[in-house]
């Protein structure tokens, strides 16, 4: 069956440091990738997805992905998270049936 | 353009009762989807209509659950009779274009469900 995974369920930064969550998939065929963001109180928005091309993707405030088949991931990165980045990201893949499948989602708490 | 819209946004009943969830997806999006997250899990599908007519109803965890689409707007999803592992959080979701490789799908803040 179709799995997402997402290695990490608790994230606490400062300010200004690096981010990098990881998500894992378990399907072997032609995938559809998507992360996920949900701000406190509000519903859940698309960051950025892959279908195909450049493996490495960027999505909106500054947020970007990049899909190694090798390694059936899509780790999510940004170099400088904000407070505004508090939130809960959800790895998401589009097969087989094109119904979005969820990870466990991760939660990020950045402090000021 | 409105976005996908849910009814009510929490809803406290006790275990017995019947509680019924409204979607209301983005105007011609042929596509809607439910799904639900238990505290702390994954966000877990239930669902899926293109237009009044089941696709997919693999998630839907036992027939006290039962999702209806009547002409192809807007959808229901009842819970009877509800009991405590019920409780979590109801997304409902929508898409256009069938639901091929490029679609993305637009989500509703959810129903917050708890079951006492």
């Known amino acids: 069956a179709q799995s997402v995974s997402q290695h990490n369920h608790h994230v606490i930064l400062s300010e200004a440091a690096s981010l990098e969550l990881g998500c894992n998939y378990s399907y072997g065929g032609t995938v559809n990738l998507f992360w996920y963001v949900q701000y406190p109180g509000q519903h859940l928005q698309l960051l950025l997805k892959y279908f195909s091309g450049d493996p490495l993707v960027k999505g909106i405030k500054g947020f970007e992905a990049e899909f190694i088949k090798s390694k059936f991931s899509f780790n999510l990165r940004k170099p400088s998270v904000q407070w505004s980045d508090t939130a809960e990201y959800f790895c998401a893949v589009n097969a087989p049936r094109y119904i979005p499948t969820f990870g466990r989602g991760t939660s990020l708490i950045v402090h000021p | 353009e409105a976005g996908v819209t849910q009814f009510p946004s929490h809803s406290v009943i006790e275990k017995g009762q019947t509680v019924t969830l409204r979607c209301d997806p983005i105007?011609?999006?042929?596509?809607l989807y439910w799904y639900r997250r238990v505290m702390g899990k994954e966000i877990k599908f239930l669902l899926h209509f293109v237009k009044e007519s089941k696709q997919d109803e693999s998630g839907m965890p036992n027939n006290r659950f039962l999702a209806e689409r009547t002409g192809g707007t807007y959808s229901t999803l009842k819970v009877q009779p509800a009991e405590l592992e019920d409780s979590g959080v109801y997304f409902c979701?929508?898409?256009?274009?069938?639901?091929?490789?490029?679609?993305?799908?637009?989500f509703g803040q959810g129903t917050r469900l708890t079951v006492v």
């Open positions: 979701a929508s898409s256009q274009d069938g639901g091929g490789p490029l679609t993305e799908a637009f």
């Open positions: 105007s011609g999006h042929d596509n």
